[in-house]
């Protein structure tokens, strides 16, 4: 059967549930992201808050399609979406995009977040779960944390603020999920990265002073590389990041999207899809 938008209806009988550890095999079968093995899932699927994996189960049992998520500020970040074989061309991903936006409000986010390549097959998805746009358009980029950085006491927590040390001024990018302190981003723990939600600094010349207030929260993790956003304009901070060998992690630029559930809830009607199994 098929949706008016040319989609292939997902079978009534599926079940769309959150993951738990019973499902590591599972997942792998069907994730191939950089450095997730399982541990690292495992650790994900037991995270309470901070992680969220919503599966899709076929008729017969076997798990369709998966999609990754995480606690970031106090925003659930959608992060990828596996489809396996027998659900491709189907409408699986908007299935669990809506079930993690259920989810997410259900459990007192104050919204979802997600990275948008603007002119890419997922700007249709974003622009179906109402994201709009947060900040400029960014390459994502990341540098390795010091060796000689100290460790902090370990957290429970895998995601939280720092507050770089410097004078309030226009940063090169403003914390992307809030406007509470122009020196403060928020930081989530992604497999081997601490990912930030701004860059506080006026210049990408003053990287040191975030690596300095992040490393020890990235290695307290067992993160061994920074993330961070930079605007696609700045060409003088790509020449910079080129010069200390920093990986870019954005094919083409890409724009935060947001939807603020407190601002949503008004005027916005329910999709009338099957409730998720927490």
Known sequence: MTAPDGTQRLPETGQVRRLTPEDV??????????????????RELVGGRDYLWMGLDLPNGDLGAVHRSMKWGNYLLLKGVF????????????????ALRDAARNGGYAGLAAWVEPHKP?????RMLRLRSAGPLVHRFEVPVPDDAPY?????????????????????VADLLTDDSPTTVHWVHD???????????????????????????ARSKGARYLEFPVPAADLSAAFF?????????????????????????????RDGRRQVRA
Do not use: W, Y
Request: with cysteine.
């Open 122 to 126: 997922e700007a249709a998805l974003a």
């Open 83 to 98: 489809v396996n074989e027998p659900l491709r061309g189907s409408g699986a991903a908007l299935e669990l995009a809506f």
């Open 25 to 42: 095999d599972s997942v792998l079968r069907i994730v191939e992201i950089e450095e997730l093995d399982a541990a690292t899932l495992t």
């Open 241 to 269: 990041l080129a010069s200390v060998k920093a990986r870019r992690l954005s094919r083409t630029p890409v724009r935060l999207g947001r939807v603020d559930f407190g601002a949503a809830h008004q005027g916005t009607v």
């Open 191 to 217: 497999r081997h990265r601490l990912v930030l939600s701004g860059f506080p600094p006026r210049s990408i010349s003053d990287l040191g002073l975030v690596l300095s207030a992040a490393a020890p929260v």
């Open 152 to 172: 902090a006491a370990a957290s429970v927590q895998d995601c939280g603020p720092i507050t770089v040390d410097l004078p309030e001024s226009a940063p090169l």
